[in-house]
C-alpha cells in the first residue's frame, strides 16, 4: 500500500543544535515534496519545496534533501531555537497532479 | 495574518443542528480546498474548486456540503453530522490547479469542530 510516514513521537532538541526529521514514503514515485510548519490552534505554513530531480534546498537555517532511490526526505534546522517548536508536516505529489498527500507530522521541541 | 480566514474559530453542535463553515482568502487564488484533520492524522483532503468549479469530491459524505459562490468565498454546509466529524476543519487555497502540482498552499486557522 502506498503511505508516507513520519515519526510519531516527539523529537526533543538541545537549543542550539541541529533538529532532523524525516519523511519516508513507499510505492510512490512523487516529483515534488513539500515542508509545512504547523503551530498549535494554527494553520500549516508552507516552508520549502524541492523537486525530485534536485538533491538539496536551503532556505535561511532551513536545509531539505530529497532521496528518490531511498525514498525519503530530510529537514534540517540548524541552530535550533525553542521558536523552532511546532510540528512539521511533509507532502508530496506527484507530476501533474495537484492533490498532496501528507504525513500525519513530527513535533519537534526545542529546549532551552 | 496568511490571507486565508475561516469562521468560526470554534463550533459546537448537535447531531441534528445545521451550521456552515466560512472560508475567504485575500491572495487572488483561484483554486480553494476543504481539509479534515484529526488528531495524529494526516490530513484529508474533502473538496477541491478551480475556478469556483468543484473538482473533487474525495468520497466524503452528503451530510458535508461544499459550496463556492466566487473564487474568494468557500463554505461548508453541515447537517446531521456525526460525533466522528469531531475534527480541525481547514481551508486552504492556491494559485490555481493546471499543471501546479508544484504549487504551496496556503492554509487558514481551521474552525475546530465538536460534534455532541
Redo the contacts between chains.
Keep these: 500500500s502506498q503511505k ?1 510516514e513520519q515519526n ?1 513521537e516527539a523529537l526533543n532538541i538541545q537549543e542550539g543544535k541541529t533538529a532532523t526529521l524525516t519523511c519516508n514514503y513507499t510505492n510512490y514515485s512523487p ?2 515534496l ?1 515542508w509545512y510548519r504547523q503551530d498549535p ?6 516552508l520549502l ?1 524541492i ?1 525530485e530531480n534536485e538533491k538539496e534546498k536551503r532556505k535561511e537555517r532551513l536545509k531539505v534533501t530529497f532521496d528518490t532511490t531511498l525514498k525519503q526526505s530530510l529537514f534540517h534546522i540548524t541552530a535550533s531555537q525553542p521558536a523552532d517548536s511546532a510540528t512539521y ?1 511533509c ?1 508530496l ?13 513530527t513535533k519537534l521541541i526545542i529546549k532551552p | 495574518e496568511t490571507g486565508v480566514t475561516q469562521t468560526p474559530r470554534h463550533l459546537v453542535m448537535g447531531m441534528t443542528n445545521k451550521k456552515s463553515l466560512k472560508c475567504e482568502q485575500h491572495l487572488g487564488h483561484n483554486a480553494m480546498y476543504w481539509y479534515k484533520q484529526s488528531a495524529k492524522k494526516p490530513l484529508e483532503l474533502m473538496f477541491v474548486y478551480n475556478f469556483k468549479e468543484q473538482t473533487e469530491n474525495n468520497s466524503v459524505p452528503s451530510r458535508f456540503s461544499p459550496e463556492c459562490p466566487n473564487s474568494s468565498h468557500l463554505f461548508l454546509h453541515l447537517h446531521t453530522l456525526q460525533p466522528e466529524d469531531s475534527a480541525l476543519y481547514l481551508c486552504a487555497s492556491s494559485q490555481d490547479l493546471g499543471d501546479n502540482s508544484n504549487q504551496p498552499q496556503h492554509f487558514g486557522d481551521g474552525t475546530r469542530l465538536s460534534i455532541l
Design positions: 508516507i510519531s516529483a515534488y513539500q490552534g494554527r494553520g500549516p505554513v508552507f519545496l523537486r508536516l507532502a505529489s506527484m507530476d501533474s497532479n495537484y492533490q498532496l498527500i501528507w504525513g500525519a507530522g
